[in-house]
T-cell receptor, first 116, second 111 residues
Framework: NAGVMQNPRHLVRRRGQEARLRCSPM?????VYWYRQLPEEGLKFMVY????????ESGMPKERFSAEFPKEGPSILRIQQVVRGDSAAYFC??????????????FGPGTRLTVT | GQQLNQSPQSMFIQEGEDVSMNCTSS?????WLWYKQEPGEGPVLLIA?????ELTSNGRLTAQFGITRKDSFLNISASIPSDVGIYFC???????????FGQGTRLTINP
């Protein structure tokens, strides 16, 4: 039973380019979450999505960042016109229906974005 | 916004010692999760807690959901070298699905 998959594992972009990060949830999970982690810090929530719907984007920067989880295919976190401050590890997590127990979120290995 | 204060920030112990770390908050949480993260990897779920006062074990790990619902602790007994890593607490607030994370406790073990 495959876990949460993320790709690429490492991504290098020059300032001004676009970054696209992909996440495939665990089998049977239809809820996806994106978190960002800066060095030596805990993870910070960005966005929560169900298939074709954004449920909570309260942690997402208002500009340059967007996320989607289409009916078919992985969830995508897109960062346009990247800046050096976007360099971080981006983690995706998935869960079964979080309205019921259990409410655990399972994390992927992350994408480490470096902006040069 | 909600914050979790996790302590200690780091621990340096001898193999075989017991370890204790905790998280506190000014907010009430309905769910507490404890994760372990190793370099270059994502957090791995260790223990989930759902009820105030709940005490749950996973092998040498034991975690408790505080009675006030504002704190939780994690104990590791008889530490071994593979316990090295960063341990995070995370909480879920009623009606929200976003995890709030502590700052992490970095555990280093001297053999």
């Amino acid at each position: 039973n495959a876990g949460v998959m993320q790709n690429p594992r490492h991504l290098v972009r020059r300032r001004g380019q676009e970054a696209r990060l992909r996440c495939s949830p665990m089998k049977g999970h239809s809820h996806v979450y994106w978190y960002r982690q800066l060095p030596e810090e805990g993870l910070k929530f960005m966005v929560y999505l169900q298939k074709e719907n954004i449920i909570d984007e309260s942690g997402m920067p208002k500009e340059r960042f967007s996320a989607e989880f289409p009916k078919e295919g992985p969830s995508i976190l897109r960062i346009q016109q990247v800046v050096r401050g976007d360099s971080a590890a981006y983690f995706c997590a998935s869960s079964p229906n979080p309205g019921n127990y259990p409410k655990e979120q399972y994390f992927g290995p992350g994408t480490r974005l470096t902006v040069t | 916004g909600q914050q979790l204060n996790q302590s200690p920030q780091s621990m340096f112990i001898q193999e075989g010692e017991d370890v204790s770390m905790n998280c506190t908050s000014s907010s009430i949480f309905n769910t507490w999760l404890w994760y372990k993260q190793e370099p270059g990897e994502g957090p791995v779920l260790l223990i989930a807690l759902y009820k105030a006062g709940e005490l749950t074990s996973n092998g040498r790990l034991t975690a408790q959901f505080g009675i006030t619902r504002k704190d939780s602790f994690l104990n590791i007994s008889a530490s071994i070298p593979s316990d090295v890593g960063i341990y995070f607490c995370a909480g879920l607030i009623q009606g929200a699905q976003k995890l709030v994370f502590g700052q992490g406790t970095r555990l280093t073990i001297n053999p």
